[in-house]
């Protein structure tokens, strides 16, 4: 019998390791232009890249992107390489949506930034409340502020201090959800830079698909907000239980605190998003990233109610800064962008091709992963799938915790990437864009099987 420490995520740790070194050399081996480019330019950079979490990438060095188009990448060693890493960025929909890249070039012409608003500004909203439902809508630049300006609002109508979140939840860089729960408790997550403020006295953090968690802290009377993804997907993917976000929305109602849903990724999940497919009742809806094709943009949206609320409250509070907005936020060239993308490439055809990929490949991964005997499995909400490497389904953050194997998952990225597959770094999350080919999807099934054969032969 092998030693059980020495056995990870199914797989012999020595054979991971072996691995894991020839996968590296043979990318560092293939990149001699990328590896000299970076050498002559990335030491002005802070640690060498211009965006601390390029340095999350597990290769030994970052690629350099030539270009990008649909669902393809190619770095400057000229290597193609298929991007199935859309579903963190603004690219879910594909790199340069054609429709989206002509709004570009036209509204070039007439300005880029100004402080007013467009007759593009005027159908983006009508666009807007078509896809996603009757809300009333304000323009920021990225998810995390729109999260943000969400809940100010939630705290000036309801008078209430706190936020509730879900363990191992992701909104951004939303100070107020950088908790987590550690036996029970709300503590602030040990690893922020240059925190000095106890989040837990403006936040609370609950279980994911635990409702008694949920309404403990509710019975506080201290919560203005339950900010959540209807799809845990910033962790390894955990999936609602039946009728917990029916209970969520009882409960927020039942005790004064406002809904939002952040639809973030889960826009992907089908036309309107999760909130459209599967029927939730958000009093704010936030999207962002991939809603104006990859222009820097996010909407939020007030139910009416809410709305109506939030105008009063503004109309008798103090004059001076509100601490809402941002200088750069709701200009033309989001509005062209903005209105491109919804009137025509988030589409009901696009979503069904992403939906009907996405499904080919969650059965073609599942396959190879009973084929070998792994202890994984995979999951999948619309476009968007995930392999875990652990047993599953899980069912709340803390689960997802212990299913990250960040050693095994770094050896996998890079062996797939060295077969032409890239996928997001932070787990193993993979998305379908309408601009994905059944051939790449397939690649990458192949590419899997053939890891996933040598690490468990
Ligand atoms: C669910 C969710 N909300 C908000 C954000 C923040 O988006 P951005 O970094 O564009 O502000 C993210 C980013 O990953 C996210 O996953």
Same mark, same amino acid.
């Given at each position: 019998?092998?030693?059980?420490?020495?056995?990870?995520?199914?797989?012999?740790?020595?054979?991971?390791?072996?691995?894991?070194?020839?996968?590296?050399?043979?990318?560092?081996?293939?990149?001699?232009?990328?590896?000299?480019?970076?050498?002559?330019?990335?030491?002005?950079?802070?640690?060498?890249?211009?965006?601390?979490?390029?340095?999350?990438?597990?290769?030994?060095?970052?690629?350099?992107?030539?270009?990008?188009?649909?669902?393809?990448?190619?770095?400057?060693?000229?290597?193609?390489?298929?991007?199935?890493?859309?579903?963190?960025?603004?690219?879910?929909?594909?790199?340069?949506?054609?429709? =989206?890249?002509?709004?570009?070039?036209?509204?070039?012409?007439?300005?880029?930034?100004?402080?007013?608003?467009?007759?593009?500004?005027?159908?983006?909203?009508?666009?807007?409340?078509?896809?996603?439902?009757?809300?009333?809508?304000?323009?920021?630049?990225?998810?995390?502020?729109?999260?943000?300006?969400?809940?100010?609002?939630?705290?000036?109508?309801?008078?209430?201090?706190?936020?509730?979140?879900?363990?191992?939840?992701?909104?951004?860089?939303?100070?107020?959800?950088?908790?987590?729960?550690?036996?029970?408790?709300?503590?602030?997550?040990?690893?922020?830079?240059?925190?000095?403020?106890?989040?837990?006295?403006?936040?609370?953090?609950?279980?994911?698909?635990?409702?008694?968690?949920?309404?403990?802290?509710?019975?506080?009377?201290?919560?203005?907000?339950?900010?959540?993804?209807?799809?845990?997907?910033?962790?390894?993917?955990?999936?609602?239980?039946?009728?917990?976000?029916?209970?969520?929305?009882?409960?927020?109602?039942?005790?004064?605190?406002?809904?939002?849903?952040?639809?973030?990724?889960?826009?992907?999940?089908?036309?309107?998003?999760?909130?459209?497919?599967?029927?939730?009742?958000?009093?704010?809806?936030?999207?962002?990233?991939?809603?104006?094709?990859?222009?820097?943009?996010?909407?939020?949206?007030?139910?009416?109610? =809410?709305?109506?609320?939030?105008?009063?409250?503004?109309?008798?509070?103090?004059?001076?800064?509100?601490?809402?907005?941002?200088?750069?936020?709701?200009?033309?060239?989001?509005?062209?962008?903005?209105?491109?993308?919804?009137?025509?490439?988030?589409?009901?055809?696009?979503?069904?091709?992403?939906?009907?990929?996405?499904?080919?490949?969650?059965?073609?991964?599942?396959?190879?992963?009973?084929?070998?005997?792994?202890?994984?499995?995979? =999951?999948?909400?619309?476009?968007?799938?995930?392999?875990?490497?652990?047993?599953?389904?899980?069912?709340?953050?803390?689960?997802?915790?212990?299913?990250?194997?960040?050693?095994?998952?770094?050896?996998?990225?890079?062996?797939?990437?060295?077969?032409?597959?890239?996928?997001?770094?932070?787990?193993?999350?993979?998305?379908?864009?309408?601009?994905?080919?059944?051939?790449?999807?397939?690649?990458?099934?192949?590419?899997?099987?053939?890891?996933?054969?040598?690490?468990?032969?």
């Amino acid at each position: 019998m092998p030693n059980p420490t020495e056995i990870i995520a199914g797989i012999a740790r020595s054979r991971l390791k072996t691995i894991a070194e020839r996968e590296a050399r043979r990318f560092a081996a293939a990149r001699p232009k990328t590896r000299a480019a970076l050498e002559a330019g990335a030491g002005n950079y802070l640690d060498r890249v211009p965006m601390h979490w390029m340095k999350d990438w597990p290769m030994p060095f970052p690629m350099l992107v030539a270009k990008a188009a649909g669902a393809r990448l190619t770095d400057i060693d000229g290597y193609g390489i298929d991007d199935f890493c859309l579903g963190d960025t603004g690219s879910m929909f594909g790199h340069s949506p054609a429709p =989206v890249a002509k709004a570009i070039r036209k509204q070039a012409k007439n300005g880029l930034t100004y402080m007013l608003p467009t007759e593009a500004a005027l159908e983006a909203g009508a666009l807007l409340t078509e896809r996603f439902g009757d809300f009333k809508w304000q323009i920021a630049m990225t998810a995390t502020d729109a999260n943000r300006f969400a809940l100010r609002v939630a705290r000036a109508v309801s008078g209430k201090p706190k936020v509730l979140v879900f363990n191992g939840c992701y909104h951004g860089t939303v100070d107020d959800a950088m908790v987590e729960r550690q036996n029970g408790r709300t503590v602030t997550r040990p690893g922020l830079t240059g925190q000095v403020t106890d989040l837990a006295e403006v936040a609370a953090c609950a279980e994911f698909n635990d409702l008694a968690s949920v309404e403990a802290e509710l019975k506080t009377g201290q919560i203005a907000a339950i900010l959540t993804e209807p799809v845990m997907t910033n962790s390894c993917m955990v999936l609602p239980d039946p009728g917990f976000h029916d209970g969520l929305r009882k409960l927020a109602t039942q005790y004064g605190a406002l809904l939002v849903i952040d639809e973030t990724h889960t826009i992907s999940s089908g036309l309107g998003g999760y909130t459209a497919v599967h029927g939730l009742d958000p009093d704010i809806f936030v999207v962002g990233k991939c809603v104006a094709g990859g222009m820097p943009t996010a909407a939020w949206g007030l139910r009416p109610k =809410v709305a109506t609320d939030y105008l009063a409250f503004n109309a008798g509070r103090a004059s001076g800064h509100s601490g809402m907005g941002t200088t750069l936020s709701a200009n033309p060239m989001q509005f062209a962008c903005l209105r491109a993308t919804l009137a025509e490439v988030m589409t009901k055809d696009a979503y069904t091709h992403m939906e009907k990929g996405a499904e080919r490949l969650c059965s073609g991964l599942s396959e190879v992963i009973s084929r070998v005997n792994a202890p994984w499995h995979v =999951v999948r909400v619309g476009a968007r799938v995930e392999f875990v490497c652990a047993p599953g389904p899980l069912r709340n953050g803390s689960e997802a915790a212990m299913a990250h194997m960040p050693e095994v998952e770094a050896t996998l990225h890079t062996a797939l990437l060295n077969r032409g597959c890239l996928i997001a770094p932070f787990h193993n999350m993979m998305l379908i864009s309408p601009a994905t080919k059944k051939r790449q999807i397939d690649r990458l099934i192949g590419a899997f099987d053939e890891i996933l054969t040598e690490l468990f032969a």
